[in-house]
C-alpha cells in the first residue's frame, strides 16, 4: 500500500481550502498529500456566498453586491452593507483555482474514486477506497455521517435545503447591485422558509427557495414555490439558465467528540458549518487557515477545536427553531428591522465582542431566548 503523510477523504470546500492554504505558506513542500473524492470537480455544481469587508477572493467573485433587501409580509428594508460587500462565487471557478494551483505541486495527487472506510490503526491510519487501499500519519475527513446527529437527541438537527434556478427574464425585473438576503413574504407552512435572490443584471437572477426545518420536501414543491415567486415580481416569460440544490446541516452537536489523534472531521462533518444559518464559505476560509497553522506546530489532531461564545448563541437559536420551526421569521426580522447590518453580519461572522453581540442579541424576542437559555441549562 502506498504511504502518504496526509490523505483528505472528501475533496469538497473544506478540503480543497486547507490544501489551498498549506501551498500557499510553502510549509507543507516535504509531506504528500492524497486528496480522493468520488467527484471530478469539473461541473459547475453550486455557488457560495459571504459577506466581506477585506478582499478574500475578490478576482474570484462573479458577482458583488453593495446592499441587501430584508422582507417580510409587513416591511421590508434595503440594507446597506458598507463597509462589507456580499460576493458570490461559482463552484466550477473555485475548483479551477485551487487545482491550477495543485496541478504544480509534486507532493500533492487527487484521486478521482469513491472512498468506503478509514480507521486509525495505532501510529498510522488505512483508507479504503472501491479499488485500492492507503495508508497515511493523518486523515483530514469531510464526509459527513448523518448517522451521528440522528441517533441523538441532546442537540438539535435542522436541514438547511434549497432548490436555485437562474433565469433570465424577458422584463427588467431585478436590481442589479442590491441581493434579497432574505424573504419571509412566502407562506411559511409552520416552518421558517424564505426566498433568496442575486441578481446579476436587470434581467437574470439566481433565485433560490430555502427552508430551515427538519424534513425535506418533494422536488415539485421547491420548484412551485419559485414559480409563484417568479409570478409576484411581473415576469411573465422567462428562461431557466441552470439549476441547483443542496441541503446544508445545521446543528452544534460536537463533532470534535469524534477526532482522534490521528484523524480530524473538517467541513461539515466537524461542524465548520454555521450552525444558525448554514453559511460554509467565510467558516472555511478562517477554520482552514487555522488548521494550516495549527499543523505547523502541533500533532496532536484532538487539539485543534475550541468552543466559543458563539457556538452556544447557535445552540440557543437551533433550540427555538426545533420546537417551533415557524418563529424563524419572527427571530429574523426582529434582528433585521432596525439593527445595524453591519454589526449583524460582524456578529454572523462571530467576530464582534460581547458589547455588540448584546446590540444584535436584545433586538430579538427576549422571552424565546430566556425560555431556551432555561431548557438548555436543564438539558
Known amino acids: 500500500m502506498k504511504h502518504y503523510h496526509y490523505i483528505f477523504t472528501g475533496a469538497g470546500l473544506s478540503a480543497l481550502m486547507t490544501v489551498y492554504e498549506m501551498v500557499l505558506s510553502g510549509k507543507f513542500k516535504d509531506k504528500s498529500i492524497l486528496l480522493i473524492d468520488e467527484d471530478t470537480k469539473k461541473s459547475n455544481d453550486r455557488t457560495w456566498c459571504f459577506w466581506d469587508d477585506k478582499a478574500l477572493f475578490n478576482d474570484l467573485a462573479s458577482t458583488k453586491w453593495q446592499a441587501a433587501w430584508f422582507k417580510n409580509e409587513s416591511f421590508e428594508r434595503r440594507l446597506n452593507l458598507h463597509p462589507y460587500q456580499y460576493k458570490m ?6 475548483y479551477k483555482r485551487v487545482f491550477d494551483l495543485i ?13 468506503l472506510d478509514f480507521q486509525e490503526l495505532g501510529h498510522h491510519c488505512v483508507v479504503k477506497t472501491e479499488s485500492e487501499s492507503f495508508t497515511c500519519n493523518q486523515i483530514f475527513n469531510s464526509i459527513f455521517n448523518p448517522n451521528l446527529v440522528d441517533n441523538q ?14 433565469i433570465k427574464s424577458k422584463e427588467p425585473v ?33 433565485l433560490e427557495y430555502t427552508l430551515f426545518s427538519k424534513d425535506l420536501l418533494p422536488k415539485e414543491e421547491y420548484e412551485s414555490e419559485i414559480q409563484l415567486y417568479i409570478e409576484k415580481l411581473g415576469i411573465t416569460a422567462y428562461e431557466i439558465v441552470e439549476k441547483e440544490q443542496g441541503n446544508i446541516p445545521m446543528t452544534c452537536y460536537p463533532f470534535w467528540k469524534n477526532n482522534s489523534k490521528n484523524i480530524l472531521n473538517i467541513g461539515a462533518a466537524g461542524g465548520w458549518t454555521k450552525a444558525s444559518t448554514g453559511y460554509t464559505f467565510k467558516n472555511t476560509v478562517k477554520n482552514s487557515k487555522a488548521l494550516t497553522a495549527f499543523l505547523l506546530k502541533e500533532n496532536d489532531l484532538t487539539k485543534f477545536h475550541k468552543i466559543d461564545k458563539f457556538w452556544f ?19 429574523f426580522s426582529a434582528m433585521f428591522r432596525k439593527g445595524n447590518p453591519a454589526v449583524i ?32 441549562i436543564f438539558r
Open 153 to 166: 437527541s441532546k442537540y438539535p438537527f435542522l436541514h438547511q435545503h434549497f432548490i436555485g434556478w437562474f
Open 174 to 206: 431585478f436590481t442589479a447591485d442590491c441581493a434579497t438576503f432574505m424573504d419571509f413574504s412566502v407562506e411559511q407552512r409552520g416552518n421558517t422558509r424564505f426566498m433568496y435572490v442575486l441578481p446579476t443584471s436587470e434581467t437574470e437572477a439566481l
Open 313 to 331: 448563541y447557535d445552540l440557543l437559536l437551533l433550540d427555538i427553531l426545533d420546537r417551533k420551526n415557524h418563529l424563524g421569521s419572527t427571530i
Open 103 to 115: 496541478s504544480k505541486e509534486e507532493n500533492i495527487t487527487f484521486l478521482n474514486q469513491k472512498v
Open 89 to 94: 462565487v461559482n463552484g466550477l471557478d473555485f
Open 345 to 376: 453580519f460582524q456578529f454572523l461572522d462571530e467576530e464582534t465582542s460581547f458589547t455588540e453581540d448584546l446590540q444584535v442579541i436584545w433586538r430579538c424576542p427576549k422571552r424565546l431566548f430566556i425560555k431556551a437559555l432555561i431548557g438548555r
